[in-house]
Structure formats: structure tokens, C-alpha cells
């Protein structure tokens, strides 16, 4: 839902899992917000220079210029309080201060719309995202294509043996999975044949 007509403050959350048109759907609504005049400002965290350092990228390779962020109270920092919309994408790198930065802004009067996965690649609750679901106005969750059977997609499927809860990748790494198709951690088939040793000769 875009909510475009009002001067209140808000938070909007875009969330699902890699690959189900976060990014797209957020350059969508900042689109729009320019398209009505309104200043907008575009946020990614620094650990995400994937594929630009000063863009956000969504893998259909839609673009739009973002500043660049070590940590959410940056944000505050570098606001031109002018501006009406502030979008920020990947906010599950950002960690909890999201939550109080967001907040501020809203309650400033500003529009914010923020884009990230809500579960990480355990399928656990990814971090600050539940609280901010609890306190945005509108909430969207996007659902991809599992990439196994077709069905939709929430989860995020890890795809390469790395026990930390931050890898960031893209395709190749990752890819989408349905409830039914989703294995938690690394698929146990590729792991085992990774692990396998050479068949031996009958
Ligand atoms: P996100 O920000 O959620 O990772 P993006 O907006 O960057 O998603 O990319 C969405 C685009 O990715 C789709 O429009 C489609 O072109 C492409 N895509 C690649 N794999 C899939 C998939 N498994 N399911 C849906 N879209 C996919
Ligand atoms: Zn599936």
C-alpha cells in the first residue's frame, strides 16, 4: 500500500526473502514519491557494495543513487530535513538501532520506507525486522519463486557452507525456497556429496 496523500510521519516496511522484488518495489514507491515533488533521500548500509557502492541494485537491475551508511544514527546525520521520504533498503544489515532511528524520523514527520529481509537464512526472525513490523503503519511481504518446485517462495536458502549469520551474496549463494523446499543451513544433499568420498570401483 502506498499512502501518498498525507503529512504525517510513518513507516512503511517492504520484507520478505532475497530475490522476492524488495528493491524493485522499493525504487517503485521512491519513484512515485518523486514523481509528486516530495525530496527524497535513499539509504543502504556500507556492507552492501554488491554490485555499486552509491546505488541500490535490485537483481532485475533497477537502479536508483543511495548514500552510503555505517550504522542507522548516520542517517540522522547526514538527513537534509527538507526531505519528505526517506527510503532505506537492506535494513537488516543496519541491526536494532533501526528501530529508534526510524521511529524519530516518523515522528518527525517524515515518510519512511524500509526494505529488508524479515528472516535470515535459519528462516529465524531476522533482526531488528519483527520490531519494526510492530510499530511500521504498513506492512508488505513480498514472496519470491522457489527456485526447486515454483511455488511461492518466503524463505532464503543458503547455498555455500559458511556458518555466519551475515554472508552477503547474491545469486549463486543464495536462492529462494518455499516452506516445503526450504532446508535450513546448507542443503544436506550438496553437502554430503561434497563430503562424499570418490565412489569406489566395483
Ligand atoms: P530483493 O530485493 O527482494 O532481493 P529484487 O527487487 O532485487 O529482490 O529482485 C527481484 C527480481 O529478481 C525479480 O523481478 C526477478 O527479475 C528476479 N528474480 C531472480 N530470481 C527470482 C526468484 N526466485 N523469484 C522471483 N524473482 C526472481
Ligand atoms: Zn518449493
Known amino acids: 500500500m502506498d499512502i501518498v496523500t498525507s503529512q504525517v510521519g510513518w513507516i512503511e516496511i517492504v520484507c520478505g526473502p532475497m530475490f522476492s522484488g ?8 521512491l519513484r512515485r514519491a518523486g514523481i509528486a515533488r516530495k525530496r527524497v533521500q535513499v539509504f543502504k548500509p556500507a556492507i552492501d557494495d554488491r554490485y555499486s557502492l552509491d546505488e541500490i541494485v535490485s537483481h532485475g537491475d533497477q537502479r536508483m543513487k543511495s ?3 555505517n550504522n542507522p544514527k548516520e542517517i540522522l546525520d ?3 530535513w527538507r526531505t519528505q521520504v526517506i527510503g532505506i533498503d537492506e535494513s537488516n544489515f543496519f541491526g536494532p538501532d533501526l528501530v529508534d532511528v526510524a521511529g524519530r524520523l516518523a515522528d518527525a514527520g517524515k515518510q519512511v520506507i524500509i526494505a529488508g529481509l524479515d528472516t535470515d537464512y535459519l528462516g529465524r526472525p531476522f533482526t531488528p525486522m519483527p520490531e519494526l513490523l510492530c510499530l511500521a503503519e504498513s506492512i508488505t511481504k513480498m514472496l519470491a519463486i522457489c527456485m526447486r518446485c515454483g511455488d511461492p517462495a518466503k524463505h532464503t536458502q543458503r547455498l555455500v557452507d559458511m556458518g555466519d549469520l551475515i554472508v552477503v551474496g547474491a545469486a549463486g ?3 529462494a525456497r518455499c516452506r516445503r523446499c526450504f ?7 550438496e553437502v554430503l556429496e561434497f563430503a562424499r568420498p ?5
Open 78 to 80: 547526514r538527513i537534509d
Open 183 to 189: 532446508e535450513p543451513g546448507v542443503p544436506k544433499q
Open 67 to 69: 548514500q552510503v551508511v
Open 173 to 175: 549463494m543464495y536462492e
Open 22 to 29: 524488495k528493491s524493485e518495489e522499493l525504487i517503485r514507491r
Open 198 to 202: 570418490p565412489a569406489r570401483l566395483a
